[in-house]
């Protein structure tokens, strides 16, 4: 493992890193390029021609594909080689993650297979159950989902009804209840299925294989988009589940489901860019055929806007995705000598950076969802007919605000996990948001960031983080405990500190790249006009919670220093998006 400083969850509020110390996706070595290609390739070949079909809610044709990419090895990325896996590392995890996540519906039924259906058993497993199990999902001999909404349990997840309970010869837990819109239900073998067990307060986690008798699946939801993947509802009843498939230990069903939520979480922040690239690549090359008023309409202003916007937000996005993926990678490292099972380590490494999986959810799926919806704007009339590739990934897009914890339940994740590991002590954020408080005056008397590039850039981010404390402090001393209650100041709170996260990783993976690759001005112009937005809308949001906790006499001086925290130099953003927009017209594809 290199010597590199790596930051804990959350602690970015307070500390920086510099941009030799962060990983960029440049840097991806030969190997996993062509894991990549591989990835690529099955799309390709076996995938879009495909997807009609599958989209006809044919099921089988789903599993029969998912069984596909099990052949190439593609479900056993994330699986060590003792249970048939490849045993890649986490930054591989989420090239695989972010490639096949071009794949539509397909992306999802892998990614559920993959994810939450496989390594709930792969990291809290006991040697028996990966060997009963894992073994078969990391190939695709058995297909896997992952069962814990309930009809009256969503975004409250342990509040499920569903129930075990020991058998009179103590060999089976009887399971009773019902699950809905579990992914895959259609033709998964195994269910990691989470119920209460008696009147416990939390719930377990059970391993249920589909073939034992009174497990009844519904029929497929009928649904906005991700139509080829199966979505229904699971019914047990009287289900004789073995003792030995009992999950983890009694009550750790709600700790193991929550674990592998930031799994998803971060998984999701990967995936999402595979599926921007493919709607941006839609959108340049349709933009370069098309023409309007005798000229292509890729030649307007109102088309280069656009599409340079899509290429900044993906740009950034994914430098925070494989920024967070290498640091959760050393960690895993580090726990895997410490503690010796590599599943555990590898769950553990995953639940501690919980602030930037919730901020890698959030902010990912909105840059879907925005750079979905303008490829449909660009492709006018025809974005709107159901033969193009971008009406479908606009409805696709969709759900990802939704599954994996919604993005209102995880915009309260990223402050409050951060605030809570604060509190642990894991980083002084407290103390370093009071003197910031106590000295607004020096703040709106202090000077413009200035400097070369870099820094100037380094000290604007240094300045949202500090607009940030100055929010916490403020909120935290107005409400003290009943700041949970007061969602939209957390809201406000969350926002500022996706911006700052995303930019800040920007901006250190085009300082890299400088210093790897040399000079490269459309990178700059991406930092700047990011930074310069997201300068905006911090200062907004910033605004929103101040007045929100204090009078208005009260806020006048905080908001002098939000203005001072939040102003950056001028940038000429008509100029560097024509700029970006203008390598992107001329590659005719996402190539950056
Ligand atoms: C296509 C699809 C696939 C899915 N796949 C799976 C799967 O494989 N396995 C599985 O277990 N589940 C799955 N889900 C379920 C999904 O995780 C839930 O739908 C999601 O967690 C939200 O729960 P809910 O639908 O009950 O919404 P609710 O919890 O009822 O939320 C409704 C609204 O209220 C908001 N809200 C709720 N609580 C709060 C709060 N405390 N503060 C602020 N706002 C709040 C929500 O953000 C949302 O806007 C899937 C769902 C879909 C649609």
């Not at 997840?157 to 819109?181: F, R």
């Not at 492709?379 to 696709?396: K, L, N, P, Q, T």
Request: contains cysteine; negative net charge.
């Amino acid at each position: 493992m290199e010597n590199r400083k790596v930051l804990k969850s959350g602690e970015f509020l307070v500390s920086e890193v510099e941009s030799k110390d962060v990983f960029i996706p440049e840097e991806f070595n030969e190997e996993q390029s062509m894991i990549a290609q591989t990835c690529r390739d099955f799309l390709e070949a076996e995938v879009y021609p495909n997807l009609e079909k599958v989209e006809k809610s044919d099921r089988e044709l789903m599993k029969t594909l998912l069984k596909k990419s099990g052949d190439l090895g593609l479900m056993g990325i994330s699986i060590p080689e003792e249970y048939m896996g490849f045993g890649q590392s986490f930054v591989t995890q989420m090239l695989v993650a972010e490639t096949t996540g071009a794949g539509y519906s397909f992306s999802v039924a892998y990614m559920a297979h993959c994810g939450i259906g496989t390594l709930p058993i792969m990291y809290y497993g006991n040697e028996d159950q990966r060997q009963r199990y894992v073994t078969k999902l990391a190939t695709g001999e058995f297909i896997g989902a992952y069962c814990l909404t309930e009809p009256g349990a969503g975004s409250d997840a342990n509040s499920g009804k569903t129930n075990a309970k020991l058998s009179d010869d103590g060999k089976h837990y009887i399971l009773n209840g019902q699950k809905m819109w579990i992914t895959n239900a259609g033709f998964a073998d195994t269910l990691v299925v989470f119920a209460k067990i008696d009147n416990d307060r939390v719930l377990s986690a059970f391993i249920v294989e589909t073939k034992y008798p009174g497990v009844v699946i519904g029929p497929d939801e009928h649904k906005m988009g991700i139509k080829g993947s199966s979505t229904a509802q699971i019914y047990f009843n009287d289900v004789k589940v073995p003792v030995e498939n009992l999950l983890g230990k009694r009550g750790e069903g709600f700790r193991i489901a929550l674990s592998i939520l930031h799994m998803g979480r971060i998984k999701l922040g990967g995936n999402v860019l595979g599926a921007a690239k493919k709607a941006i690549t839609d959108s340049v090359k349709y933009a370069n055929e098309r023409k309007q008023f005798g000229v292509l309409i890729s030649s307007f202003g109102s088309i280069k806007q656009k599409l340079a916007e899509q290429v900044i937000r993906l740009f950034a996005a994914e430098s925070a995705v494989y920024r967070v993926s290498k640091d959760i990678d050393d960690l895993m490292d580090k726990l895997k000598v410490d503690c010796g099972d590599k599943g555990r380590a590898s769950i553990e490494a995953i639940s501690h950076y919980a602030v930037e999986a919730a901020i890698l959810k959030v902010m990912g799926s909105e840059m879907l969802d925005y750079v979905a919806d303008e490829a449909v704007q660009i492709h006018g009339g025809m974005g709107y007919s159901a033969e193009m590739f971008v009406e479908r990934g606009y409805r696709d897009s969709r759900i990802n605000r939704i599954f994996e914890g919604t993005n209102e339940i995880n915009r309260l994740l990223v402050v409050d996990t951060a605030m809570k590991r604060a509190m642990k002590g894991e980083f002084d954020l407290f103390g370093e948001a009071e003197k910031l408080y106590n000295n607004l005056d020096s703040i709106i008397s202090g000077k413009a960031p200035e400097g070369p590039y870099f820094t100037q850039k380094h000290e604007y981010i240094k300045n949202f983080k500090k607009a940030i404390l100055i929010c916490m402090h403020g909120a935290t001393k107005k409400f003290e405990k009943d700041l949970v209650n007061q969602q939209e100041v957390l809201n406000n709170i969350a926002d500022m500190m996706i911006d700052t996260y995303t930019a800040e990783s920007l901006v250190l993976r085009v300082e890299k790249l400088e210093a790897l690759k040399g000079n490269s001005p459309i990178y700059r112009d991406m930092a700047d006009v990011l930074v310069f937005d997201a300068a905006d809308r911090i200062r907004k949001a910033a605004c929103d919670a101040i007045y929100s906790f204090a009078a208005p006499e009260e806020a006048t001086k905080p908001v002098k220093a939000i203005e001072k925290l939040s102003a950056t130099a001028g940038v000429n953003v008509k100029e560097a998006r024509r700029r970006i927009a203008g390598k992107l017209i001329e590659d005719n594809q996402y190539k950056f």
